[in-house]
C-alpha cells in the first residue's frame, strides 16, 4: 500500500475544533490561570529567528497590552534588510531538501502542530487575550481556527499526493503531480495574529514549499510562540524563519528578493496592492512569475429586508459589527435596510447595542475589548467626527473609560451612498446606516463599494434570496445569519475587487495556489 494512503486510512473525516464553553467553572478557572502564566513571561525578550540561526538587533520592538498599553507583553528585534536577504537566501537553500520529502511526513508534522494547540489551548488563548485584545471568545475561536487550518490542510494534501487519474491514450501512461513552489513571505494580520498565520504557513509547508514569516509588529510575540510550536512539532528548523520589524525596511525586501517565488498577505487594502506592484517586477535573475495571494478587507453590508424576523436580523447586525470591536475584514459595517422597517429596526438596534459591555478583554464579563494600538483609536474616532456630520448619531460616538484603547460601540444612521463611512474601511466598532427603498435598492447600494468579501441578507422571501445569490457581489454570502464566522471547510474565505484575490482559505482549491502541476506522458507500446 502506498504510504500517502496510510496515512489517509488513518485520519477521520475533518470536523471542527469545538469551542471551549468558558461558563463552566473549572475551564474559566484554567483560563484564569494560562491568563496568570502568560502575564509571568510579560517583559521577556524574543529572538529572530533565521533557518535556526538566533539572531539580535541594536533596536528593539515593544509589543503592548492594548488593554493596559503600560504593559510591555514582549521586547523583539527589528530585522534589518541583510537578516531579510538571508531569510530568503537560507529558505531557498534548503527548499529541495523540505520538497523531496513526502507528503505524508509533512502532513504528519502539520497534524502535530494542532496536537499541539489543543494542549497548549488555554496558553494561546491567554496570548491572544493580552496582545491582541481579544475576548476570551474571540480568542478562543481564533485557537480553534488554528487547529482547523492544519488539520483541514494535512488532509488537502494527502488528496493532492494522490490525483484524480487523467485520460489515458493508447499507448501512453498520463499523469499529472503536483510539485511546490519554492520559497514563499509569509505576511499575517494583527487581528487573526494565530489563525491567518498559522493557515498560511502550514498551507505553503504542507505544499513542500519554505517560508519566511513577517508577522506584524502589533502581535509579534503570537508568532514567536507558534515558531516554538512548529519547532516541537518536528518543521525543520531550516524550512522556516521569522523576521519581525518594520515593513518598509524588511517587507519589500522579501517580497522583491530575485528567490522570493510567492507572498501570501493578509491585510490592508494599500498594503496588498503596493506588494502586488512590487511583486510584478522582476529583478536580475528571478526565473518566475511571482505568484501574490491576497486577502485585503472589506466594507461589508448586512441588507435587513422587510420580509424578516427583526429580532434576528439586528442580532446579526450587531455582532457582525462589534464582535472583536469591529476589526475583522468580514465586519458589517453597513446596515442597509428596507424604509418600512427602518425606525423600527433602529430602535432595536440601539436598545441592544446599549447591553454591550466594554473594557479590559482579560476581564470574562466584557463582550469587547479595545481596538489595537492609539494610531487605530485615533483614526476611529475621526472617522466617528465625519459620520456625525454625515448622518445622525443613534449610540456610541466616543472613546471607552479606561487606560487601554477604548472606543464605545457606535451606530450612525440615516448614511448617504457616497458618505465617507459608507465607503472606507473604517476597522472600528462603527456601524453606517443606510436606508433602501426596496430589496433591489438594498442590493444596489450594497454592491456600491470597492470591495466584496462578505455580505448577508436576512429575508424570509425565497426569491429575494435567490436574488442575492445572484447579484450580491461578494465572496462570501451569508443568508439569515451574521456575515462574521467563516468556518473553514464549510465557508471557503476570501473575496473579490479590492477585497483580494478570492484565495477561498479553508476551502478545498486554497492550496492550488501554493503548487504547480507538471503533467507527464510516457509511451509504454
Not at 522570493?260 to 512590487?278: A, C, Y
Not at 511583486?279 to 486577502?295: C, D, N, S
Not at 464605545?408 to 456601524?431: N, S, Y
Request: glycine share 8%; proline share 5%.
Amino acid at each position: 500500500m502506498p504510504v500517502v494512503a496510510t496515512i489517509a486510512t488513518k485520519l477521520a473525516p475533518f470536523v471542527n475544533e469545538p469551542y471551549t464553553d468558558f461558563n463552566q467553572p473549572d475551564k474559566a478557572q484554567a483560563m484564569r490561570s494560562a491568563l496568570a502564566k502568560v502575564r509571568s513571561e510579560f517583559g521577556k525578550e524574543y529572538d529572530l529567528f533565521i533557518a535556526g540561526d538566533r539572531r539580535r538587533s541594536s533596536q528593539k520592538l515593544e509589543s503592548l497590552n492594548p488593554s493596559r498599553p503600560s504593559e510591555v507583553v514582549g521586547i523583539h528585534q527589528k530585522a534589518s534588510a541583510q537578516d531579510a536577504n538571508d531569510a530568503i537566501e537560507k529558505a531557498y537553500a534548503y527548499f529541495q531538501t523540505w520538497a523531496d520529502r513526502p507528503f505524508e511526513q509533512r502532513a504528519e508534522c502539520i497534524l502535530r502542530i494542532a496536537e499541539i494547540f489543543r494542549e497548549r489551548k488555554y496558553e494561546f488563548d491567554a496570548w491572544l487575550v493580552l496582545e491582541s485584545g481579544k475576548t476570551w471568545a474571540e480568542a478562543e475561536a481564533d485557537v480553534s481556527e488554528a487547529i482547523d487550518f492544519c488539520e483541514y490542510y494535512a488532509r488537502q494534501a494527502l488528496k493532492l499526493a494522490k490525483p484524480d487519474p487523467l485520460v489515458q491514450l493508447a499507448g501512453e501512461r498520463d499523469e499529472i503531480s503536483y510539485l511546490p513552489l519554492g520559497v514563499g513571505v509569509i505576511i499575517p494580520p494583527w487581528n487573526f495574529p494565530l489563525a491567518i498565520m498559522v493557515g498560511m504557513t502550514t498551507a505553503a509547508l504542507v505544499t513542500g514549499n519554505t517560508v519566511v514569516i513577517k508577522p506584524s509588529s502589533d502581535t509579534p510575540t503570537i508568532a514567536a510562540k507558534f515558531a516554538e510550536v512548529m519547532l516541537e512539532a518536528g518543521v525543520p528548523p531550516q524550512a522556516f524563519s521569522l523576521v519581525t520589524g518594520s515593513g518598509g525596511v524588511i517587507g519589500d525586501t522579501l517580497v522583491a528578493h530575485p528567490k522570493t517565488r510567492f507572498v501570501s498577505f493578509t491585510g490592508s487594502r494599500d498594503v496588498g496592492l503596493h506588494i502586488n506592484e512590487l511583486a510584478a517586477k522582476t529583478p536580475k535573475g528571478q526565473l518566475w512569475i511571482k505568484r501574490v495571494i491576497a486577502e485585503m478587507g472589506g466594507k461589508d453590508a448586512i441588507i435587513v429586508d422587510r420580509e424578516t424576523n427583526l429580532e434576528q436580523a439586528a442580532l446579526g447586525v450587531l455582532y457582525s459589527a462589534f464582535g472583536y470591536q469591529g476589526q475583522k475584514c468580514s465586519a458589517c459595517s453597513r446596515a442597509i435596510v428596507d424604509e418600512a422597517i427602518y425606525d423600527e429596526f433602529l430602535d432595536t438596534l440601539k436598545t441592544k447595542v446599549e447591553t454591550l459591555s466594554l473594557g479590559p478583554s482579560d476581564d470574562l464579563k466584557n463582550y469587547m475589548g479595545p481596538v489595537i494600538n492609539a494610531r487605530a483609536k485615533e483614526s476611529i474616532l475621526d472617522y466617528i467626527e465625519a459620520g456625525k456630520k454625515e448622518g445622525r448619531l443613534i449610540a456610541g460616538g466616543e472613546a471607552g473609560p479606561g487606560e487601554g484603547y477604548f472606543v464605545k460601540p457606535t451606530v450612525i444612521a440615516d448614511i448617504g451612498p457616497k458618505a465617507r463611512i459608507f465607503q472606507e474601511e473604517i476597522f472600528g466598532p462603527v456601524l453606517a446606516v443606510a436606508k433602501a427603498k426596496d430589496f433591489d435598492h438594498a442590493l444596489e447600494l450594497a454592491n456600491d463599494s470597492e470591495y466584496g468579501l462578505t455580505g448577508a441578507v436576512f429575508t424570509d422571501n425565497p426569491d429575494k434570496a435567490d436574488k442575492a445569490r445572484k447579484r450580491f457581489f461578494v465572496g462570501n454570502l451569508y443568508i439569515n445569519r451574521k456575515c462574521t464566522g467563516a468556518m473553514v471547510g464549510a465557508h471557503p474565505f476570501g473575496g473579490f475587487n479590492m477585497s483580494g484575490t478570492d484565495s477561498k482559505a479553508g476551502g478545498p482549491d486554497y492550496l492550488l495556489q501554493f503548487v504547480q502541476a507538471k503533467s507527464i506522458a510516457e509511451k509504454i507500446s
